[in-house]
């Protein structure tokens, strides 16, 4: 079982950037490829970014694409979400989570999740 926390979400203006954490304990972080979701009120969660648990090969959502950047640091068992040029359509709870699962888009393959972080930019 792995435990998981995000941290890094606010308030902050279209435009501007914040950086989430998702920091790891419990068994081998590194053995886990890894994803950001995200879910708005009324919405569907969905897919946001993933990385792979060895190469950090990445793979992102359309709607996200050259404004964030995911990444990992296997020695400190974190991974990260830059995100640039936010838009008020990103406001929503960021999760992030653990996969063994080979389809890295689906909230369904994920097995271990955080508590998510609030992230809301205002237009």
Do not use: H
Not at 56 to 75: E, L, Q, W
Not at 96 to 116: E, F, K, V
């Amino acid at each position: 079982q792995v435990q998981l926390v995000e941290s890094g979400g606010g308030l902050v203006q279209a435009g501007g950037s914040l950086r989430l954490s998702c920091a790891a304990s419990g068994r081998t972080f590194s053995y886990f490829a890894m994803g950001w979701f995200r879910q708005a009120p009324g919405k569907e969660r969905e897919f946001v970014a993933a990385i792979t648990r060895s190469r950090g090969s990445t793979f992102y959502a359309d709607s996200v694409k050259g404004r964030f950047t995911i990444s990992r640091d296997n020695a400190k068992n974190t991974m990260y979400l830059q995100m640039n040029g936010l838009k008020p359509e990103d406001t929503a709870v960021y999760y992030c989570a653990t996969t063994s699962d080979a389809s890295l888009t689906r909230p369904s393959a994920y097995s271990n999740w955080g508590q998510g972080t609030q992230v809301t930019v205002s237009s």
